[in-house]
């Protein structure tokens, strides 16, 4: 049995899925998140930078050690930006027969990760622009399978639309906010969760921004698969230092849901329907109303599924 050692961010549910599909096409897979999910790393990161480099670096060496003694068919990254290149270098010397492969969902303007794409025979980025200048390969993102494309219909909705995110850029909470209004006025039903972390609570209270009705914990599981089943369509504002498709555009499409986004890149795709997905203008919400009311048929987008996603990074 060929074997994967996949190196990756511990980002909720996903790498226990990706690992999942792995196994399913024949790999054995050994996973290493690529930071410990403790609150020293995430936070010395940002305040003790000089101490979490020596910490991440001495992480990696461990992974390292543990491993070199293991024959890979493949060593797969997600995100290759928090390994040094001497750790890369040490890595790939443990393992000169494996084909590296590193996936990117993060543009380079917001993590710069070229420095490491020499370590690795190929390189995918959810991120178009990146790839158009770079040389990468393309490729969006998955629905995990989380959400069945019955969903929909097992619910009557009871919310017109909702979004879920994490605050990066003050404009997505600025946005949110905006919108939130409109609904409220045109008799719309939204519903919002929006997570912030500490340090960009404190980065949007230096640019004068109050942050209301945020939450520093992630939605439940649960709670979110009910807040989408109710939902006739979500709403996706996308981090303005990237070109690529989020996961939460990914996944509604998948399940048949209407989309509005403010990434126009979306037009690109093969599944971009005009009736499923508006691009909204931030100074036009009101197109919104007539967009949800709309009939439309679900795109078929089997190509979007978790194991069609794994097979074309791994075979």
């Given at each position: 049995m060929a074997r994967v050692l996949y190196i990756g961010l511990d980002y909720y549910h996903y790498p226990k899925m990706i690992c999942q599909e792995m196994v399913n096409i024949g790999y054995q897979v050994d996973f290493f998140p690529i930071e410990p999910r403790s609150f020293f790393y995430k936070a010395s990161r940002y305040v003790a930078k000089k101490s979490y480099k020596k910490n991440i670096d001495k992480y990696h060496k461990r992974i390292i050690e543990e491993t070199k003694s293991i024959h890979y068919d493949k060593v797969?990254?997600?995100?290759?930006?928090f390994m040094s290149n001497g750790n890369l270098n040490a890595?790939?010397?443990?393992?000169?027969?494996?084909?590296f492969i590193a996936y990117h969902w993060d543009s380079i303007s917001q993590y710069d990760y070229l420095e490491t794409t020499p370590f690795f025979e190929k390189v995918y980025s959810f991120d178009r622009e990146d790839c158009e200048k770079h040389g990468f390969n393309y490729l969006p993102l998955f629905a995990s399978g989380n959400y069945s494309k019955e969903m929909q219909n097992k619910v009557k909705p009871s919310l017109d639309i909702y979004t879920v995110g994490t605050i990066v850029q003050p404009e997505r909470y600025i946005l949110v906010n905006e919108f939130r209004e409109f609904c409220m006025k045109n008799n719309i039903t939204f519903y919002f969760y929006l997570k912030v972390t500490p340090v960009t609570f404190l980065r949007l209270l230096m640019k004068g921004i109050i942050p209301k009705n945020v939450s520093f914990t992630s939605i439940n599981t649960e709670k979110l698969k009910s807040i989408i089943s109710r939902s006739r369509a979500v709403l996706d504002v996308t981090n303005h230092k990237q070109s690529g498709l989020t996961m939460r555009i990914i996944e509604n499409i998948y399940i048949g849901k209407k989309v509005v986004?403010?990434?126009?890149?979306?037009?690109?795709?093969?599944?971009?329907?005009?009736?499923?997905v508006l691009i909204l203008p931030v100074e036009r919400f009101e197109i919104f109303k007539s967009f949800l009311d709309g009939e439309y048929i679900p795109t078929k987008s089997s190509?979007?599924?978790?194991?069609?996603?794994?097979?074309?990074?791994?075979?």
């Open positions: 797969f990254f997600i995100t290759s930006h890595l790939k010397k443990a393992h000169p027969t494996a084909q986004t403010t990434n126009k890149n979306i037009k690109l795709e093969n599944f971009y329907s005009p009736n499923q190509e979007l599924a978790i194991n069609s996603w794994v097979k074309k990074v791994l075979l």
